[in-house]
């Protein structure tokens, strides 16, 4: 029997989300208001969406970090900033982790890691499989991992490519940004994933902020899909014509190669559906 939350259990929460204005936090600061909770979010330099307490913050600032937590009082965190295109990734990585753990102990705390906390070799995994970073990245991913499991009332979300059919991702921008300009283009043929709606990431991490359950679990979409198909078919959705300096092809052993996840646990745990790409686009046109 699936240990599902029941219907009517959400409460209004007083709700921290770092990184606001990212692309994940830009789907999740206004999900989490239409939803009732008190929602405060961080973010660096750009302030993000409307309707909730955006406060600049530095996450490497032990101080600052700690004086918010003081102030705002939130019943959980959601921890979603700590990009991998940060100059000083590993640091921010590193350090919001930690400080976090540290001041923010009495808190219900959701933390996002990523599927490049393995090398690649042995997908789909587990929630229970060893992990084996390969580049800078998953190395930080699993540093932050090891810190946040700390906590004593903890979720490590580890998902993958995250894209919206609302705004466009950073990846699928940075593709036509680059087609426009005739730069050329991979998309790898050999990278498998399971990439993940923005929205349907963001309900669950809403759904396990309230939740029991504590530890890693792998949330991402339910179909497997290659690089390649995956950003053909972002490109057809938002209607990216230019081609002519894109390919496609295999890419090389410094990036994990099957980084697919076996989302078996997430499924039975929560509420919150986690389609594939296909049904969502399928269901954004009906």
């Known amino acids: ?63 600052a970090v700690r ?37 923010g102990a009495g808190c219900r705390l959701v933390h996002l890691s990523s599927d490049v906390v393995f090398d690649g070799r042995h997908g789909p995994y587990r929630e229970t499989d ?32 995250i894209y ?33 709606w923005a929205d349907s990431l963001s309900l669950a991490c809403l759904e396990l902020a309230e939740h029991t359950y504590r530890g890693i679990l792998h949330v991402a979409g339910e179909q497997n899909m290659t690089r390649a198909e995956f950003g053909l078919k972002l490109l057809d959705w938002w209607g990216i014509q230019e081609r002519n300096s894109l390919h496609t092809g295999p890419s090389g052993p410094e990036w994990p190669l099957d980084c697919r996840l076996d989302i078996g646990l997430a499924t039975n745990l929560l509420q919150t559906p986690l389609p594939g790409f296909d049904a969502v686009v399928q269901r954004q046109r009906s």
């Not at 390969?134 to 991913?141: D, F, L, Q, T, V």
């Not at 906590?151 to 490590?156: A, E, F, G, M, W």
């Open 1 to 63: 029997m699936r240990a599902r939350m029941r219907a009517g259990m959400r409460a209004r929460m007083r709700l921290l989300i770092t990184g606001g204005s990212s692309y994940l936090g830009c789907h999740l600061v206004p999900l989490a208001v239409a939803q009732g909770h008190i929602v405060c979010y961080t973010y660096f330099s750009q302030p993000g969406p409307d309707g909730a307490d955006g406060r600049q913050l530095d996450l490497r600032d032990e101080t």
């Open 164 to 196: 919206g059919l609302q705004i466009m991702d950073r990846s699928t921008e940075w593709i036509s940004q680059a087609l426009q300009a005739k730069e050329p283009v991979t998309l790898f043929t050999n990278q498998l994933r399971n990439p993940i």
């Open 67 to 103: 004086a918010l937590l003081q102030e705002w009082q939130p019943e959980a965190i959601i921890h979603t900033a700590g990009s991998n295109r940060s100059p000083d990734m590993t640091a921010v990585i590193g350090q919001s982790a930690e400080y976090l753990t540290r001041y």
């Open 130 to 161: 060893p992990v084996s970073p390969i580049h800078r990245y998953g190395e930080a991913k699993v540093a932050a991992e090891a810190i946040v499991a700390q906590h004593p009332n903890q979720v490590t979300v580890r998902t993958s490519l």
